[in-house]
């Protein structure tokens, strides 16, 4: 699971958006958002399921193997919105 949480209160935090991807062997997955405020804790954005989640059978796909070695990159940015 990733996701982006802002330093700051829940509105500025909607001035914002941002993205991640998580990729590897010729495969590419994207969540693209608005930032959750460092006021919600990680158990609330989990909980709410907002951010990029990857069920384990997945991520080992994106993997190229099926051992339990997971190797996938993360990448990501954030702009402000005008």
Same mark, same amino acid.
């Given at each position: /699971?990733?996701? &982006?949480?802002?330093? +700051? @209160?829940? $509105?500025?935090? #909607? #001035? ?11 495969? #590419? ?11 919600d804790g990680h158990r609330k954005v989990r909980d709410s399921q @907002? +951010?990029?989640?990857?069920?384990? $059978? /997945?991520? &080992?796909?994106?993997? +190229?193997? @099926? ?16």
């Amino acid at each position: /699971m990733a996701f &982006l949480q802002f330093m +700051g @209160d829940e $509105n500025e935090a #909607k #001035k914002f958006s941002y993205s991640l991807e998580v990729g590897a062997h010729s495969r #590419k997955l994207t969540w693209q958002g608005i930032p959750r405020s460092i006021r919600d804790g990680h158990r609330k954005v989990r909980d709410s399921q @907002d +951010g990029l989640i990857i069920p384990r $059978n /997945m991520a &080992l796909l994106f993997s +190229g193997s @099926d051992k339990e070695e997971l190797k996938l990159r993360v990448t990501g940015r954030i702009w402000r919105e005008e």
